[in-house]
């Protein structure tokens, strides 16, 4: 079975792309500032006003803000009309006024279920939102549980973090077109850079789950309607997701800066698929994940000769849009794809503690600074000594999982 979020990746990177290649050309070197401010900007047409923080200032006018809402805004010189400094400083937005912003973006009928951390919006049944919300907390503990055990612990994200949960794949569709285009028809789910949100549908069929008369034989059809086999893969692509949200809120990885794509790969493929059976939620967490696995064993895949260095240093063969037509489209995302999850799993078991001082090193990396590709290897090499001989242990080790 294939994955559906694998062609999700190249809609959410090429923005990025997009905006550090096009839009920050002019890029000053990192000017970070923290006031918060009012800018008036024109976008599409219409003029939008944004209150928050500008993250980075390029040296022509454009700016990258950051809303109360946690959305990021890329606005070149000219498309800023004006803006206010505002006395009050910087915060995100508490879960009353969160919940207002996001509803507001939402057709009618939306609810809202807050959990500890995270402020889920949801047209389906309660029973879905309350079900996702525990398993994403359950994913958020494992997840700082995990890196706490390694040696890196990560920061508590600056606010709550959204949810969006539509009741059927039509609506969901109609409304993520606009964020993902085409690509919108292989899509479950997916994390918007730029927004910070997660959104999704109801992959149960919320009728059926109406149906059952109370809370706990509710939470129960859930269960059993997602731990069917053929639900796997769609369970694993919102965990996946929701992996890749918490590691840019917890101070692991910064959004839109320079981290190479098979490390936010790796990692979000090393926790997505759940344990639906144990109430833990990731009995198994960090085991062999059978897809990547058989993928990357497969003699047919297409592997450049120096692969590590080609997803630490390009990562348009992770995106299916390498110069190399062996390394382009399809077929060559998911073999990157199975590549990365094996270097992670690798790195972890067999480097832990070098692993944790190379994300250290990564999570120091600021938004829209480019690194060339001797610096990203650079980095890489300082932590896991030089390419050919690690890719030598590298092959072996692999070699013997099962
Ligand atoms: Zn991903």
């Known amino acids: 079975m294939t994955f559906p979020r694998l062609r999700s990746r190249p809609v959410t990177l090429s923005w990025r792309i997009a905006i550090c290649g096009a839009l920050w050309g002019c890029l000053a070197a990192g000017s970070i500032l923290c006031g918060d401010e009012y800018f008036f900007l024109k976008k599409n047409g219409t003029e939008v006003q944004v209150r928050g923080r500008v993250i980075v200032e390029a040296e022509d006018g454009g700016a990258l803000i950051e809303d109360r809402a946690g959305r990021l805004w890329a606005a070149e010189s000219d498309q800023i009309v004006k803006r206010e400094k505002d006395q009050v400083p910087f915060a995100r937005l508490d879960a009353d006024k969160m919940a207002e912003a996001v509803l507001d973006q939402l057709p009618d009928g939306f609810d809202v279920h807050k959990t500890a951390h995270y402020l889920i919006c949801y047209n389906t049944s309660p029973a879905y939102a309350r079900w996702c919300g525990g398993l994403f907390e359950r994913l958020y503990r494992a997840f700082n549980n995990f890196w706490d055990r390694q040696g890196m612990t990560l920061s508590e994200p600056a606010g709550l973090l959204v949810a969006i949960i539509f009741s059927d794949e039509r609506t969901y569709r109609e409304y993520a077109v606009v964020e993902l285009g085409e690509s919108v028809h292989s899509i479950v789910g997916y994390y918007n850079l730029?927004?910070?949100?997660?959104?999704?549908?109801?992959?149960?069929?919320?009728?059926?789950i109406r149906q059952a008369k109370d809370r706990v034989r509710q939470s129960v059809e859930i269960n059993r309607v997602l731990s069917r086999p053929e639900a796997a893969s769609l369970?694993?692509?919102?965990?996946?997701?929701?992996?890749?949200?918490?590691?840019f809120n917890c101070g692991m990885q910064t959004r839109l800066a320079d981290v190479p794509i098979w490390v936010s790969e790796g990692i979000a493929m090393y926790f997505e698929t759940p344990d639906l059976k144990s109430s833990r939620g990731w009995r198994g967490l960090g085991a062999v994940n059978r897809t990547r696995l058989k993928r990357f064993h497969s003699p047919n895949r297409s592997r450049p000769a120096d692969s590590i260095r080609v997803l630490l240093s390009d990562d348009r063969w992770i995106q299916g849009r390498a110069e190399d037509p062996r390394f382009q489209g399809r077929e060559a995302v998911l073999d990157a794809y199975a590549e990365a999850w094996c270097l992670a799993y690798y790195l972890i078991k067999h480097h832990p503690d070098e692993f944790v001082k190379y994300m250290q090193l990564l999570a120091e990396k600021r938004p829209l600074q480019q690194d060339t590709a001797e610096q990203r290897v650079a980095d890489f090499e300082r932590f896991f000594g030089t390419l050919p001989g690690l890719e030598q242990k590298f092959l072996r080790q692999m070699s013997r999982v099962r």
């Open 194 to 208: 730029m927004t910070n949100r997660v959104v999704m549908y109801d992959l149960t069929g919320a009728q059926k």
């Open 235 to 247: 369970v694993a692509t919102i965990i996946h997701e929701a992996t890749h949200q918490i590691a």
